[in-house]
């Protein structure tokens, strides 16, 4: 944990903020010193520990950018993706959507405003619940977007709850083990009414990394490569649903990098006085790297399907 963001932090934010920032990177870091694997409280530790940051640098949309034309600007590109994996899911006016892995609930009150359904949005990290739910009020949408604290590998909520859910490249993270990724399916196909549709996005490698890409890899996207080596649209097809769209749309989504490493350029001086030098300078570099990685050895698949 860099000095300057904690200094950074309690002045922005006080001895509580930089107090939950220490305690989320050792909750973060605890399960690869000690079991040298990811869990899922670590995994809510690394979101509560990377939100602020993100959102300074990166914006509110916690996803890959989808560049239909490749001119567009990455929060154009954000809503796009938003906007796609709503389509596929054909969220309507008057539904109930179930937004798994929402973020910060940007996304679910895009969709919320643009469609008229009511949405719930669904985070294991309670410091973007936090946040969500600041973000909400200050949109004026809490009648329309709820966010709450939840795994969304089991969920309390009653058989057959929701017409649509939406999952927006977030079933990597919430699956910390392989079991996980059917276990979640289960849980989709659970919570939906017949007939009801899923619109789901994920990045995914089609093969394990290499040791040097790994460490790249674990660095910004707190993952092993292993564990993204998966074939989502057969476990979808396993647990029963029936897939009416599929789609790699990995080269729509490699300008991201490219954005995202531009605006860390643009605002260097800022990165370097939260980070320090050396930190600001390995970031970019690892930014460099991921878009050979995944050029190399992975898709970006999105789908749409339906539950029988």
Not at 96 to 120: F, K, M, N, Q, Y
Not at 167 to 193: M, P, Q, S
Not at 206 to 214: G, K, L, Q, R, Y
Not at 257 to 282: D, K, N, P, T
Request: hydrophobic letters at 45%.
């Amino acid at each position: 944990m860099p000095a300057r963001l904690l200094i950074t932090t309690w002045r922005e934010g006080g001895a509580l903020s930089c107090l939950r920032k220490l305690s989320a990177a050792t909750r973060a870091a605890l399960p690869l010193l000690l079991r040298r694997r990811r869990t899922a409280s670590g995994v809510a530790a690394y979101f509560d520990l990377i939100t602020s940051e993100a959102r300074r640098f990166y914006g509110d949309s916690f996803h890959f950018g989808y560049f239909r034309s490749g001119d567009e600007s990455l929060s154009e590109a954000l809503d796009a993706h938003t906007d796609l994996v709503a389509e596929l899911a054909l969220v309507a006016s008057g539904q109930r959507i179930l937004d798994v892995g929402c973020g910060i609930a940007a996304p679910a009150l895009r969709i919320a405003a643009r469609s008229g359904c009511e949405v719930t949005a669904i985070n294991i990290s309670r410091e973007q619940v936090r946040q969500g739910r600041r973000l909400i009020e200050r949109c004026g949408m809490a009648q329309r977007v709820r966010i709450a604290h939840g795994d969304a590998r089991a969920l309390g909520f009653s058989d057959e709850s929701f017409d649509a859910i939406i999952c927006l490249e977030a079933a990597g993270d919430i699956c910390v083990a392989e079991n996980d990724k059917r276990r979640l399916v289960r849980e989709f196909h659970r919570l939906l009414r017949p007939g009801g549709r899923i619109g789901f996005s994920d990045l995914a490698l089609t093969e394990p990394p290499s040791a040097e890409e790994e460490r790249a890899l674990r660095a910004l996207l707190y993952h092993r490569g292993a564990e993204l080596v998966t074939d989502w649209p057969s476990l979808f097809e396993s647990q029963g649903f029936t897939i009416t769209e599929r789609r790699d749309i990995l080269p729509q989504t490699m300008a991201t990098w490219q954005r995202v490493l531009a605006v860390y350029e643009e605002r260097r001086s800022e990165a370097v006085r939260l980070y320090g030098c050396r930190i600001a300078s390995r970031l970019c570099h690892q930014l460099e790297q991921i878009p050979e990685i995944l050029a190399r050895r992975a898709s970006f698949v999105i789908l749409a399907a339906i539950k029988g």
